[in-house]
T-cell receptor, first 113, second 114 residues
Framework: EPEVTQTPSHQVTQMGQEVILRCVPI?????FYWYRQILGQKVEFLVS????????KSEIFDDQFSVERPDGSNFTLKIRSTKLEDSAMYFC???????????FGEGSRLTVL | AQSVTQLGSHVSVSEGALVLLRCNYS??????LFWYVQYPNQGLQLLLK??????LVKGINGFEAEFKKSETSFHLTKPSAHMSDAAEYFC????????????FGTGTRLTIIP
């Protein structure tokens, strides 16, 4: 069964460092998302991406964040200068259409020291 | 703004007892509704979804949910709880117009008592 894959599963970084989280969405899906979940809290929307551009982003997704689909298969989330409060589980998701279910990856746990 | 409210951040039931996890949505337009489950240290797995077809939706692992427009509810139930059902459950809403993001509720942690 097709699945969304994410790498790395866990990354530890120093505050101020750049981090890139990678995702391979399901191949025929058209909509891509990043969500995050701070430990013990709800799953929060970060950004949606369609047709090679951001279609919506939340207040969390400030100038420190960027997304890219560089080669038609990978979907990346970059955090330019990490802060302690960026420590969270980051989930990538993809969807075949506007209104169907989202398929989530297993998540990438980011720890900022 | 679209939202879902999950009543009860923690629910405990005895093994074999009925599981009822509550979810209410806010919208004048019927949304698409989902229940996701998250087992410890794992990702989000879809349990079931309502997309304007049958109002009673059956999902995996014996769970089902009923869409009630009059109550703006989409409660999750399972007749008989199993130890393996212990997890965090998230209700989520999505609309087929405007933005297409999924908005999650705050989650309900289900504990099963042996």
């Amino acid at each position: 069964e097709p699945e969304v894959t994410q790498t790395p599963s866990h990354q530890v970084t120093q505050m101020g460092q750049e981090v890139i989280l990678r995702c391979v969405p399901i191949s025929n899906h058209l909509y891509f998302y990043w969500y995050r979940q701070i430990l013990g809290q709800k799953v929060e929307f970060l950004v949606s991406f369609y047709n090679n551009e951001i279609s919506e982003k939340s207040e969390i997704f400030d100038d420190q964040f960027s997304v890219e689909r560089p080669d038609g298969s990978n979907f990346t989330l970059k955090i330019r200068s990490t802060k302690l409060e960026d420590s969270a589980m980051y989930f990538c998701a993809s969807s075949p259409g506007r209104s169907g279910e989202l398929f989530f990856g297993e998540g990438s746990r980011l720890t900022v020291l | 703004a679209q939202s879902v409210t999950q009543l009860g951040s923690h629910v405990s039931v005895s093994e074999g007892a009925l599981v009822l996890l509550r979810c209410n949505y806010s919208s004048s337009v019927p949304p698409y509704l989902f229940w996701y489950v998250q087992y410890p240290n794992q990702g989000l797995q879809l349990l079931l979804k309502y997309t304007s077809a049958a109002t009673l939706v059956k999902g995996i692992n014996g769970f089902e949910a009923e869409f009630k427009k009059s109550e703006t509810s989409f409660h999750l139930t399972k007749p008989s709880a199993h130890m393996s059902d212990a997890a965090e459950y998230f209700c989520a809403v999505r609309y087929n117009f405007g933005n297409e993001k999924l908005t999650f509720g705050t989650g309900t942690r289900l504990t099963i008592i042996p």
